[in-house]
């Protein structure tokens, strides 16, 4: 997985919520823990490979 990186400049943390069901939740907090990647950097990296976030 590509590390992405918040710009130095962007200190405000926005909350994001994305609906999941439980099971999606649970295997989503498996796969984070077994690649030891907190849950936002899998949440910009999905957003960062669907949309194209520097330009929008």
Avoid at 15 to 33: D, F, G, S
Avoid at 41 to 51: G, H, P, V
């Amino acid at each position: 997985m590509k590390k992405i990186q918040i710009p130095k400049t962007e200190k405000k943390v926005k909350m994001l919520a994305v609906p999941v069901t439980q099971t999606e939740h649970q295997n989503i907090k498996k796969y984070c823990n077994e690649q030891n990647v907190s849950l936002a950097t899998f949440i910009r990296f999905a957003l960062d490979n669907t949309y194209n976030l520097n330009t929008l």
